[in-house]
């Protein structure tokens, strides 16, 4: 205490302010420790993060929703009778989105089933037709046998008058006959010769006229043999164009080929249409799938089949979506451009590429939160899972 007591106050001040030096350098020291402690433990974790689970995922932001979009066009013209459905309106694959004017399309119809039936009852006209011409077949043998009677009597009748001119001409030598007997006598052969001839050609017309009725048989024939009313040629003809037209008919009602959510109408009622012409699209919601665009250094292990969590920015982190990669695109977005880049140009820079991956998504996920074309998408791929 006596050498306390002889301590001057600027010792004392000295010794404090060394204490409190000496305990403010260890509390640095701690301090210093502590974040090289934290710093060597957050590198532990993150060397352990990408180790273990870093390095099986890959991730990008640079994704969207996309769809095959269905083109709504009419199989047939005419003008537009009535419009059922606008824009942003959702309709269910079958719903009636517009009807055309079908009074050309009935009146054509209608020309049409009368064709068929005119088809039809030429048919069993034929048909009929074909007893008619056996019989005229049979009505020409007639004719030929009584042609050859005939010609057989002209023969006859020429074999007399040649008798008889040899005989006259015989006795007038004699005087027996008069010239006047003699001229009656050429004139008798001249004449059954002439008959005779006229017989051979009515055989021969009998004959041609056969084979015209054979030919007309025949042709008959070869239009009605295997063949029914129903099955005939013509008919089966007359009958296409009456299934067209009335085809024509149920195509004045243009419905929606798929589900989904109407955009890009165009038409309005009153305009006439042509075949083929847009009309309007849907968009089917429940059929989306997501283009993400990864890096191409990020896509050395991604693999068809594998899994990835989506989120979209139109609902944000509260709502996650899991689908499966299904493939790659045949090439980079750059190369299909309008576009290329031309990188063979001597100020060349390389850019990294991006590569679209197809991923589908889950229908039951999709149909409790419905998404739009063209939304942004975050993707990550699970690489340790197929």
Same mark, same amino acid.
Request: aromatic fraction near 4%; proline fraction near 3%; avoid cysteine.
């Given at each position: 205490?006596?050498?306390?007591?002889?301590?001057?106050?600027?010792?004392?001040?000295?010794?404090?302010?060394?204490?409190?030096?000496?305990?403010?350098?260890?509390?640095?020291?701690?301090?210093?420790?502590?974040?090289?402690?934290?710093?060597?433990?957050?590198?532990?974790?993150?060397?352990?993060?990408?180790?273990?689970?870093?390095?099986?995922?890959?991730?990008?932001?640079?994704?969207?929703?996309?769809?095959?979009?269905?083109?709504?066009?009419?199989?047939?013209?005419?003008?537009?009778? +009535? =419009?059922?459905?606008?824009?942003?309106?959702?309709?269910?694959?079958?719903?009636?989105?517009?009807?055309?004017?079908?009074? +050309?399309?009935?009146?054509?119809?209608?020309?049409?089933?009368? +064709?068929?039936?005119?088809?039809?009852?030429?048919?069993?006209?034929?048909?009929?037709?074909?007893?008619?011409?056996?019989?005229?077949?049979?009505?020409?043998?007639?004719?030929?046998?009584?042609?050859?009677?005939?010609?057989?009597?002209?023969?006859?009748?020429?074999?007399?008058?040649?008798?008889?001119?040899?005989?006259?001409?015989?006795?007038?030598?004699?005087?027996? =006959?008069?010239?006047?007997?003699?001229?009656?006598?050429?004139?008798?052969?001249?004449?059954?010769?002439?008959?005779?001839?006229?017989?051979?050609?009515?055989?021969?017309?009998?004959?041609?006229?056969?084979?015209?009725?054979?030919?007309?048989?025949?042709?008959?024939?070869?239009?009605?043999?295997? =063949?029914?009313?129903?099955?005939?040629?013509?008919?089966?003809?007359?009958?296409?164009?009456?299934?067209?037209?009335?085809? +024509?008919?149920?195509?004045?009602?243009?419905?929606?080929?798929?589900?989904?959510?109407?955009?890009?109408?165009?038409?309005?009622?009153?305009?006439?249409?042509?075949?083929?012409?847009?009309?309007?699209?849907?968009?089917?919601?429940?059929?989306?799938? =997501?283009?993400?665009?990864?890096?191409?250094?990020?896509?050395?292990?991604?693999?068809?089949?594998?899994?990835?969590?989506?989120?979209?920015?139109?609902?944000?982190?509260?709502?996650?979506?899991?689908?499966?990669?299904?493939?790659?695109?045949?090439?980079?977005?750059?190369?299909?451009?309008?576009?290329?880049?031309?990188?063979?140009?001597?100020?060349?820079?390389?850019?990294?590429?991006?590569?679209?991956?197809?991923?589908? %998504?889950?229908?039951?996920?999709?149909?409790?939160?419905?998404?739009?074309?063209? %939304?942004?998408?975050?993707?990550?791929?699970?690489?340790?899972?197929?």
């Amino acid at each position: 205490m006596a050498m306390l007591d002889n301590t001057s106050p600027e010792k004392l001040a000295e010794v404090e302010a060394a204490e409190k030096a000496k305990k403010a350098k260890g509390a640095r020291k701690k301090a210093l420790l502590g974040i090289a402690s934290v710093v060597v433990l957050g590198g532990l974790g993150y060397g352990a993060y990408d180790i273990f689970i870093g390095s099986q995922h890959v991730s990008t932001d640079n994704a969207y929703v996309g769809a095959y979009t269905a083109t709504v066009t009419p199989m047939i013209g005419g003008q537009v009778a +009535d =419009v059922g459905v606008s824009d942003a309106q959702t309709v269910r694959k079958g719903d009636i989105l517009f009807r055309i004017d079908a009074s +050309d399309a009935r009146i054509a119809l209608a020309q049409a089933v009368a +064709d068929l039936a005119k088809m039809r009852r030429q048919f069993v006209q034929t048909a009929s037709s074909g007893k008619a011409l056996g019989s005229q077949v049979g009505a020409r043998d007639a004719d030929i046998a009584r042609a050859r009677a005939q010609l057989v009597a002209a023969a006859a009748d020429v074999a007399k008058a040649q008798v008889d001119f040899q005989r006259r001409q015989t006795l007038a030598r004699t005087g027996a =006959v008069s010239g006047d007997e003699l001229t009656a006598a050429t004139r008798a052969r001249a004449s059954a010769q002439a008959a005779m001839a006229t017989a051979r050609a009515g055989v021969a017309q009998a004959q041609a006229t056969r084979q015209s009725a054979e030919g007309d048989l025949a042709a008959n024939r070869a239009l009605t043999s295997g =063949v029914t009313a129903s099955t005939s040629p013509d008919v089966l003809a007359a009958q296409a164009r009456v299934d067209q037209a009335r085809l +024509d008919v149920s195509r004045t009602i243009v419905r929606a080929p798929v589900g989904g959510v109407v955009t890009r109408r165009t038409i309005q009622v009153g305009q006439r249409l042509a075949i083929g012409a847009p009309a309007m699209m849907i968009v089917p919601t429940e059929q989306v799938f =997501v283009d993400a665009n990864f890096k191409e250094g990020q896509l050395a292990k991604v693999r068809p089949g594998q899994r990835v969590t989506l989120k979209s920015d139109l609902y944000g982190s509260s709502v996650v979506y899991h689908g499966h990669v299904t493939g790659f695109s045949g090439g980079t977005g750059s190369s299909f451009a309008l576009i290329p880049a031309q990188n063979a140009t001597g100020n060349w820079i390389k850019v990294v590429q991006r590569l679209p991956v197809r991923i589908a %998504l889950d229908a039951r996920e999709l149909a409790q939160n419905p998404l739009r074309v063209g %939304l942004s998408m975050e993707a990550d791929v699970d690489l340790a899972k197929d």
